[in-house]
């Protein structure tokens, strides 16, 4: 019997309804564009100087986010999956689901970028799970359906202002941020919003591991200069970006997240983008919202 063949389109879409992405599925495009960066692993050579994070500290770091939230997603019907690829040299991380299985998956080239840190590592890996979980602004398909997967920057937002912070509130923070070269304004601006100590020196950190991961952006994008915390971008969109915003809009957001005063256990919402977030439509006004160089407010 000759088999029947479908029409392109439908082919998508069935193929859609039991497997999806929130990114490509090999990795050539994720938390960043695709991109043709490929660090390799390192020799043994012992007078080799070391470059990025060991194997370990790759597998720790993401690991504090699995053990943190796979409860908590099963808790939604759930399985969160993670896949740790340390031989692949691809830099870059994504986000599908199939059926109720939540997937992650992450490429040792991110680890061996010089730029990273061990906490910039947990923030990428925050920002994977926000697709499963940020909440709205959500992509949509090229057919107008609206999908699972929150999009970049609202998986940035929600990953320092949920998901870090969750991890990081059980840690010493301020023996963390020790050794850190602190700028002067993350020192104030997180003074301002926070009054313990503790408070203040996580507020330090996560901005740091925003820091840390926008370095790589940088650096795959080939700019010249680096973002800042005291340069934040002064873009305005005219709609909500789905997609990648440049490196200095995504530390502010990073820092923004940092800098909100929400609590971690005010859940996000899909229908409401105001829930669970400093909005400027309560009495945050801007302080530690998600600004504008991604994120178009709607009319109340």
């Not at 040299?89 to 939540?102: E, L, P, Q, S």
């Not at 020790?178 to 003074?191: D, G, L």
């Not at 100590?197 to 740091?208: D, F, H, K, P, V």
Request: hydrophobic share 35%.
């Amino acid at each position: 019997m000759k088999a029947l063949k479908l029409p392109m389109f439908l082919s998508l879409f069935l193929l859609g309804i039991t497997s999806s992405f929130a990114c490509d599925m090999h990795g050539k495009t994720g938390i960043v564009p695709k991109n043709n960066l490929y660090i390799k692993v390192q020799s043994s050579n012992k007078f080799q100087k070391k470059v990025g994070l060991s194997e370990e500290e790759f597998n720790q770091s993401i690991d504090k986010v699995t053990s943190t939230f796979k409860d908590i997603v099963a808790s939604k019907g759930a399985e969160l999956v993670v896949k740790k690829d340390w031989e692949d040299g691809t830099v870059n991380a994504f986000a599908n689901r199939d059926k109720d299985k939540w997937v992650m998956t992450f490429f040792g080239g991110f680890a061996r970028h010089k730029a990273i840190t061990k906490d910039g590592i947990t923030l990428l890996a925050c920002h994977e799970l926000g697709h499963h979980m940020g909440g709205a602004p959500v992509k949509r398909s090229f057919l107008r359906f609206k999908k699972w997967a929150t999009n970049e920057g609202q998986a940035d937002y929600w990953g320092s202002l949920k998901c870090l912070r969750r991890i990081f509130a059980v840690e010493d923070n301020i023996a963390a941020i020790r050794e850190m070269k602190i700028p002067t304004v993350v020192k104030e601006k997180c003074s301002k919003s926070f009054f313990g100590n503790q408070e203040r020196a996580l507020c330090m950190r996560s901005a740091m591991a925003g820091l840390a991961l926008t370095n790589v952006f940088t650096s795959i994008r080939q700019l010249q200069a680096g973002p800042k915390f005291s340069a934040p971008s002064d873009k305005k969109v005219r709609k909500t970006n789905k997609k990648h915003p440049e490196p200095q809009c995504r530390l502010d957001t990073y820092f923004n997240a940092s800098l909100c005063t929400k609590s971690i256990r005010e859940e996000v919402s899909y229908k409401d983008a105001k829930a669970g977030v400093c909005s400027r439509h309560t009495q945050e006004g801007d302080f530690g919202t998600r600004p504008l160089c991604w994120y178009k407010p709607k009319r109340k």
